[in-house]
């Protein structure tokens, strides 16, 4: 069975490009990720820097793709749980995965 992505981290300072709904969810900025990646990951979380706990995380209850720069990218909406979490996941630059 294949690996999947179950949990991603951004590196997203001061809330770019972040949309906060105030009914306890919010979408996050756009990233530039695998479509399987987008399709299986459960939890998103983003940081001010990998140094730090993240600021929102949560549930991925929806996913979309939008242009960004000329370029498809996705935006999840989340359901924050309010329980911050510490950097995880391989990846490089700013973006950590989690298999699972």
Known sequence: ?????????FVCRDDLNVTDFGDGTFETGVWYVAAEAARTVRMVA???????????Q?????????????KARYVFRVRDDGKPLRWAGGGSGEK???YG
């Open 1 to 9: 069975m294949a690996r999947r992505v179950v949990e991603m981290h």
């Open 46 to 56: 983003l940081h001010q820097d990998k140094f730090s706990p993240s600021y929102r």
């Open 58 to 70: 949560g549930t991925v209850i929806g996913r979309r793709t939008t242009m960004y720069q000329g």
């Open 96 to 98: 950590g995965y989690v």
